[in-house]
């Protein structure tokens, strides 16, 4: 009913660009926060960075000044500008969204993953 597809991950070498973005689509009232965690195997997932549906932003410390999260609520579509990329940033990225759907005559919110995208940086 909802889905969450990410789409951009990739090998890039060390210092390299890329653009993670994910969609929402389904019977989607609404979407609040917006947000990119990794997983490392073995361990939780840990978040990268989040938004609000009003902009505001936050940052795992060792991504800052190197990642840039932005949405466009017109496409229900949250992005991640990784600059500069390490090869420790190397992991699978995940997309999540909390989300207010209309579903059987009821309005329900809940959170929402997408699939994940592997990301990996050769040095």
């Known amino acids: 009913q909802v889905q969450l597809v990410e789409s951009g991950g990739g090998l890039v070498q060390a210092g390299g660009s890329l653009r993670l973005s994910c969609a929402a689509s389904g019977n989607i009232i609404r979407i609040n926060r917006m947000a990119w965690y990794c997983q490392v195997p073995g361990k939780q997932r840990e978040l990268v960075a989040a938004i609000t549906s009003s902009g505001s932003t936050d940052y795992a410390d060792s991504v800052k000044g190197r990642f840039t999260i932005s949405r466009d609520n017109a496409k229900n579509t949250v992005y991640l500008q990784m600059n500069s990329l390490k090869p420790e940033d190397t992991t699978v990225y995940y997309c999540?969204?909390?989300?207010?759907?209309?579903?059987?005559?009821?309005?329900?919110?809940?959170?929402?993953w997408g699939q994940g995208t592997q990301v990996t940086v050769s040095s």
């Open positions: 999540n969204a909390d989300l207010t759907i209309w579903s059987g005559g009821n309005y329900r919110s809940f959170a929402s």
